[in-house]
């Protein structure tokens, strides 16, 4: 267990002892360097320790024969929403903090495969503690990054899960410092073509200066533009005003673009179910929830989805999204894997796979999905040690059916394991 781990578990509290032992995985076929080799696997102290044909270790106090199964990194989730449920809450669930549907995505993401993910729309008062504790091994969610509150041009307001706008330099030192000091890895900016030009170019620089990194939501095509302009770290969403412009094309393959998280997964499932006359029965509920919280789930979701305004011209932006998306790729713009899980009948424990459908339907092969989940997604986000399987790295891991027809499917899923701990298991007795 890493130092910072350990550290995470005394200081939170609250995280469980959990079994870390040393591990032999033996007869996969594992996506390392690039490509499919049979070898085996030994883990030790949350890492891969080594890597080869035939492995032999007399210490490995665990065996896992995985004949028939094949290995690839842990999924990277780009862009999620952690406390909300993707539709109404059970009773007494409403409340900062969140955390009865935290705990529940939480586990939820990371039992269908992720392993890592950022937080879009963090609370500066309860995400630090949330981070620190997911970064042990033995936490039931996903290794964390946090975008704090989002900020919004056009207007001012107080801080909370969004901010409306600054007004001068002392403003923007006073927020983007208050992020910092909560632990936020990134400033999640929206609406950037409502901003006064100035205050965005102080907002940028206040945050650059405290270290911060900056998502921005590309999607509108003006906002997109001015998210280059600026240099942002990460891009989000696509833009559904129009067809991305040739320029902006080029500014986002030339290689210091910043990556683009498009969610089109969830547009696609959303756009389908609001034409059903029940959305709630295409949908279904979340997993997890005990069967009168599912209940009242299903049925309050109706009405509270067709509440929520925004989703409601899903169907008539689709095409424009597909459209970018395809373009995107086309161009070869480095596309990450990102749900934007917890947007209204968006679950945790399936999104990502909602999106990898998606992605698959669209042309793309396994090994490109794969490698914009994990290898491509932890370098936009930093990571050196995760989203590869080599020695030395974490052993964040998903062990995969080999005899599921059509691939990279969840039915495949048979073990998540975060930095060497087993979180799921094929026999459910085992977990
Ligand atoms: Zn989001």
């Given at each position: 267990?890493?130092?910072l781990a350990?550290?995470?578990?005394a200081v939170?509290?609250?995280?469980?002892p959990?079994e870390?032992p040393e591990?032999?995985?033996?007869?996969a076929?594992?996506w390392?360097?690039?490509?499919?080799?049979e070898?085996d696997l030994?883990l030790r102290?949350?890492?891969?320790d080594a890597i080869?044909?035939?492995l032999?270790?007399?210490?490995?106090?665990?065996r896992i024969d995985?004949?028939?199964?094949?290995i690839?990194?842990?999924?990277?989730d780009a862009h999620v929403h952690l406390?909300e449920?993707?539709?109404?809450y059970p009773?007494?669930w409403d409340?900062?903090?969140?955390?009865?549907?935290t705990r529940?995505?939480?586990?939820?993401?990371?039992?269908?495969?992720?392993?890592?993910?950022r937080?879009?729309?963090?609370n500066l008062?309860?995400?630090s503690e949330l981070?620190?504790?997911?970064?042990?091994?033995?936490a039931p969610l996903p290794r964390?990054?946090?975008?704090?509150p989002?900020?919004?041009?056009?207007?001012t307001t107080t801080?909370?899960?969004?901010?409306?706008?600054?007004?001068?330099?002392?403003?923007?030192?006073?927020?983007?410092?208050?992020?910092?000091a909560?632990?936020?890895?990134?400033i999640?900016?929206?609406?950037?073509?409502?901003?006064?030009?100035?205050?965005?170019?102080l907002?940028?620089?206040?945050a650059?200066?405290q270290?911060?990194?900056i998502?921005?939501?590309?999607?509108?095509?003006?906002?997109?533009?001015l998210?280059?302009q600026?240099?942002?770290?990460s891009?989000?969403y696509?833009p559904t005003?129009a067809?991305?412009?040739?320029?902006?094309?080029?500014?986002?393959?030339?290689p210091?673009?910043p990556?683009?998280?498009?969610?089109?997964?969830?547009y696609?499932?959303?756009?389908?179910?609001?034409?059903?006359?029940?959305?709630g029965?295409?949908l279904g509920?979340?997993?997890?929830?005990?069967?009168?919280?599912?209940?009242?789930?299903?049925s309050?979701?109706?009405?509270w989805?067709r509440?929520q305004?925004h989703?409601?011209?899903?169907?008539?932006?689709?095409?424009?999204?597909e459209?970018?998306?395809r373009?995107?790729?086309?161009a070869g713009?480095?596309v990450?894997?990102?749900?934007d899980?917890g947007s209204?009948?968006?679950?945790?424990?399936?999104?990502i796979?909602?999106?990898?459908a998606?992605?698959?339907?669209?042309?793309m092969?396994d090994e490109?999905?794969?490698d914009?989940?994990?290898?491509?997604?932890?370098?936009?986000l930093g990571?050196?040690d995760?989203?590869?399987i080599e020695?030395?790295?974490?052993a964040?891991?998903l062990?995969l059916d080999?005899?599921?027809?059509?691939?990279?499917?969840p039915?495949?899923?048979?073990?998540?394991?975060?930095?060497?701990?087993v979180?799921?298991?094929?026999?459910p007795?085992?977990k």
């Amino acid at each position: 267990m890493s130092t910072l781990a350990a550290l995470a578990l005394a200081v939170a509290g609250l995280v469980a002892p959990c079994e870390a032992p040393e591990t032999l995985i033996v007869g996969a076929q594992v996506w390392t360097d690039a490509r499919w080799q049979e070898v085996d696997l030994h883990l030790r102290d949350g890492r891969i320790d080594a890597i080869a044909a035939g492995l032999q270790v007399a210490s490995a106090q665990r065996r896992i024969d995985a004949s028939g199964l094949r290995i690839i990194p842990g999924l990277i989730d780009a862009h999620v929403h952690l406390y909300e449920l993707g539709g109404p809450y059970p009773p007494g669930w409403d409340r900062p903090p969140y955390v009865e549907s935290t705990r529940l995505n939480g586990r939820a993401l990371l039992r269908s495969g992720v392993t890592s993910a950022r937080v879009h729309l963090s609370n500066l008062q309860s995400g630090s503690e949330l981070k620190l504790e997911s970064m042990s091994p033995c936490a039931p969610l996903p290794r964390l990054q946090l975008g704090g509150p989002g900020v919004i041009g056009g207007g001012t307001t107080t801080p909370g899960f969004q901010t409306v706008g600054v007004e001068d330099a002392a403003q923007a030192h006073a927020l983007t410092a208050a992020y910092a000091a909560a632990g936020v890895d990134w400033i999640a900016l929206h609406q950037l073509d409502l901003f006064e030009p100035a205050q965005l170019r102080l907002l940028i620089e206040s945050a650059r200066r405290q270290g911060l990194r900056i998502m921005a939501a590309g999607d509108s095509v003006a906002a997109l533009r001015l998210a280059l302009q600026h240099g942002v770290d990460s891009v989000e969403y696509l833009p559904t005003d129009a067809v991305i412009p040739e320029d902006l094309l080029a500014a986002l393959v030339a290689p210091s673009a910043p990556p683009v998280v498009a969610p089109i997964g969830y547009y696609r499932r959303i756009a389908s179910a609001l034409q059903a006359p029940s959305a709630g029965r295409v949908l279904g509920t979340p997993a997890g929830l005990s069967a009168p919280e599912s209940r009242h789930f299903a049925s309050r979701f109706d009405t509270w989805l067709r509440a929520q305004g925004h989703y409601q011209d899903a169907a008539q932006l689709l095409p424009m999204r597909e459209a970018n998306f395809r373009k995107l790729l086309d161009a070869g713009a480095g596309v990450l894997l990102g749900t934007d899980v917890g947007s209204a009948g968006h679950y945790h424990d399936r999104a990502i796979w909602t999106e990898i459908a998606a992605w698959r339907a669209a042309g793309m092969a396994d090994e490109q999905v794969i490698d914009r989940g994990t290898r491509l997604a932890a370098a936009a986000l930093g990571y050196s040690d995760l989203g590869r399987i080599e020695v030395g790295a974490v052993a964040d891991l998903l062990i995969l059916d080999r005899a599921i027809a059509g691939g990279l499917r969840p039915e495949a899923l048979r073990y998540v394991l975060k930095a060497g701990v087993v979180h799921r298991h094929p026999d459910p007795a085992s977990k």
